[in-house]
Structures are given as structure tokens and as C-alpha cells.
């Protein structure tokens, strides 16, 4: 057994258990609802859980990969509140195995969701571009900065009705940006779509005629 295998063990990326392969354990795979088979072609849920009833969206599509409940939310709690930037690995990995089975490598570039300076700071890196240049790497496409964070509330300090409103005002293109026409737009979470649509808006507005977006989890619409 390596030295390296010795001290930095194969782990499960849900729960951080070791195991002999870095997989996922068999009690986090029962615990996860992944995104295959039929789901909405706009926020990519699966239908009794869709997001955009009655609402449309700036951007063409979602794709996400897992429902945010059991081992995919606790992968994301570690990921972006436990100091885990490794974790974006495994999510990206699995993140483009729904984007290239579903629409291929079609894009021109891939982009992400900036985060504020606050939780920069906090967290000492940006889950979201961690995640976009993991999914560019594999789709061989650039991953480019076209996005900026420039105040406003964080949409998780927000009420769900007040999101779309907030998201509009958090964010604007990045000086110099030069906008390709499909853009591959990354976050970690759907929630309600609002920060995707915010993003999407400003990217469709200075000239990209397609954006798709992809998130590593979609949260189930509560009934």
C-alpha cells in the first residue's frame, strides 16, 4: 500500500467514511435520489418536484445531477461549510456525466455564479468555480470569469419570495468580459432559480443567445 493511500485513505465524498475505492458507501447511495430518467426539461427536476411551474426563466435549461436531500446535501454542507474544496471533484465528475448525456459539448465556454467577498474570505475559495473548472476539464472546454458579485444580500438571508427581486440586484458582468453566444452557467445549488436567472439575464443581455445552466443539486419544490 502506498504511503500516500496510508495517510490520505479513499473516502466515501458523501460522508467522508473510508473505504478501499473513492466511491460512494452503500449507505449513502440509499440515501440518494440522482437526477436520470425523465425530468423537467427546464429546471431539470423530476416532475412532482419541478421548480417552474407557472414561471419562465432566463436561462434555456437546468441540469442537475442529485435531489438536495440525504448524501448529496450532506455532500454540499461539507463541501462549502467544512473546508472540503476536494469534494468538487467528485461532484464535477458527476455534474458532467449529466451534461454531456443530456446536451453533449456543444458550449463555447463554461462560466459560474461568483460568491460574495464575505464568503470568499470565509471559506478561502469559490465552490462554484471549483466546480466549473473541474466540468470544464472534462468537457474540454475554457472556463472563463464572466460574472461579478457586487453587493446585496445573500439569497440565503432571503425569503423565497423575495429572492428574484434581491438576485437581481447582486450581481453584473465582469469589466472587459467579452460574452460568447453558449455559455455553460455553474452553481452548486438550484434552490428557487432566481441567482441562476439573475446571472443568465445579465449574460443573454450583452449577447449570449444560449445559456444552460448545471448545479450539483436541485431543492425539491415543497408543496
Not at 10 to 21: A, D, Q, T, V, Y
Not at 118 to 143: F, T
Amino acid at each position: 500500500m502506498k504511503l500516500r493511500t496510508l495517510i490520505f485513505p479513499p473516502r466515501c465524498p458523501f460522508c467522508g467514511s473510508i473505504m478501499e475505492r473513492e466511491e460512494p458507501c452503500a449507505v449513502c447511495l440509499a440515501q440518494t435520489t440522482e437526477l436520470t430518467g425523465v425530468v423537467c426539461g427546464v429546471c431539470g427536476c423530476l416532475p412532482e418536484h419541478c421548480l417552474c411551474r407557472g414561471r419562465s426563466f432566463a436561462f434555456d435549461r437546468n441540469v442537475g445531477a442529485f435531489l438536495y436531500e440525504g448524501a448529496p446535501r450532506r455532500l454540499l454542507l461539507r463541501f462549502k461549510q467544512r473546508g472540503k474544496p476536494q469534494l468538487a471533484v467528485f461532484a464535477a465528475r458527476r455534474m458532467a456525466y449529466h451534461i454531456q448525456g443530456r446536451l453533449g459539448r456543444d458550449f463555447d465556454c463554461v462560466t459560474y455564479v461568483p460568491q460574495s467577498l464575505s464568503s470568499h474570505y470565509r471559506r478561502g475559495y469559490c465552490p462554484a468555480r471549483l466546480l466549473a473548472e473541474e466540468v470544464a476539464a472534462r468537457l474540454e472546454l475554457p472556463c472563463r470569469c464572466l460574472l461579478a458579485r457586487h453587493g446585496g444580500k445573500q439569497q440565503k438571508y432571503v425569503a423565497n419570495d423575495e429572492r428574484w427581486s434581491n438576485a437581481m440586484h447582486n450581481f453584473c458582468l465582469r469589466r472587459g468580459a467579452s460574452i460568447p453566444a453558449r455559455i455553460l452557467l455553474i452553481d452548486d445549488l438550484m434552490t428557487t432559480g432566481a441567482t441562476l436567472n439573475a446571472c443568465a439575464a445579465l449574460l443573454k443581455s450583452a449577447g449570449a443567445a444560449r445559456v444552460v445552466a448545471c448545479t450539483f443539486a436541485i431543492a425539491a419544490k415543497k408543496s
